[in-house]
């Protein structure tokens, strides 16, 4: 089979269609320069480089959704997530008191501005994924614990509607704005929201899907939306339904789906088949071999990736392994 580009291999596999390999990629934080906008690209760009990956995962500081309602963090002096100061809701009124944020200001102005400086640094010769975190999550974020953010939801539910409508109406109008600054789509992820450790399906039902929905639908009309669901025991098979073009998971985790499980019960495209949680500490063989095993189960349709953000400390050669077991494939 005659050598695809990347963005025609993506297409490809989007659409369950034959290609010559399997688009591949790996994304993940570098907590020391995610603090403007010129070094979150440099950083995004010395990453993909060396690797040459199929799609750019843009990924940002997970902070600043929740830092563009008040939230404030320090910067990490060593790779780890920023520390949080202050949060911003501690009760029902502050959830009241939540209005719309600017999107063309403050934290969102500036990572659509990185954006628009990768899609340049690229030259639109690669997908992009603009990620966007689901209105529950950045609702969470701002109540400082996942304990206290359940405790708001039990005691202030029209509250938490009332605050989800808000972040709803932003996040919609940021996930539009970052296809319309030349995003492939949205890397749509509700954290660990859509997990059965932390929150049951009446609560997802209840305080998730309706609002996931409206983002999503802001969205519609990009080619490469995806669905990212966190953590094990996941509710994936739940939301199988959402309106996206691909879905990613950890498959390797506890209690969650197999890849060629989803793929053959929504014709979609699914994302995995490495351990990201074990990618920093794995051979490169084994590494590899992840690889290899999840091409032979899936066939058409599959991205090769990690299942969520891999570790900062994943050594050179483990990147390596995984696309060299996917393009020797091809």
């Not at 890849?259 to 994302?271: C, D, F, P, Y």
């Not at 995995?272 to 490169?284: E, K, N, Q, R, Y």
Request: aromatic letters at 8%; one cysteine or more.
């Amino acid at each position: 089979m005659a050598t695809a580009t990347k963005k025609q291999r993506v297409r490809a596999a989007l659409a369950g269609e034959p290609v010559d390999r399997p688009p591949v990629s790996l994304w993940g934080h570098d907590f020391l320069r995610e603090w403007t906008a010129g070094d979150l690209v440099a950083s995004t760009l010395d990453a993909y480089r060396p690797y040459d990956w199929d799609f750019i995962k843009f990924n940002p500081r997970a902070t600043y959704f929740a830092e563009a309602w008040g939230n404030r963090y320090e910067p990490p002096a060593e790779q780890r997530q920023p520390a949080l100061v202050s949060h911003a809701v501690s009760t029902a009124d502050d959830l009241l008191s939540l209005q719309p944020a600017d999107i063309g200001d403050g934290v969102f102005g500036e990572h659509l501005h990185a954006l628009s400086m990768l899609m340049r640094a690229t030259d639109g010769s690669v997908d992009v994924l603009h990620t966007v975190f689901s209105p529950l999550a950045v609702a969470a974020q701002l109540c400082g614990t996942p304990d206290a953010f359940l405790g708001l939801a039990k005691d202030a539910p029209d509250g938490l509607h009332a605050a989800l409508r808000t972040l709803a109406r932003t996040l919609a109008a940021y996930a539009r704005a970052g296809v319309e600054a030349g995003a492939s789509g949205v890397f749509f992820a509700p954290l660990i929201w859509a997990s059965h450790d932390h929150a049951s399906d009446e609560f997802y039902v209840t305080f998730g899907r309706p609002y996931d929905l409206e983002v999503l639908d802001a969205a519609q009309g990009a080619p490469f939306n995806v669905l990212h669901v966190c953590r094990n025991h996941n509710m994936l098979t739940s939301l199988l339904d959402y309106p996206v073009s691909a879905f990613n998971w950890a498959d390797h985790g506890a209690g969650n789906p197999a890849l060629q499980e989803i793929r053959s019960r929504t014709g979609k495209a699914v994302m995995g088949g490495i351990d990201h949680a074990t990618l920093h500490t794995a051979s490169p063989a084994e590494v590899a071999a992840q690889a290899r095993e999840a091409m032979s189960l899936v066939g058409t349709g599959l991205f090769v990736t990690g299942g969520c953000a891999i570790p900062p400390s994943t050594p050179a050669e483990n990147r390596r392994a995984v696309f060299e077991a996917v393009r020797q494939a091809g």
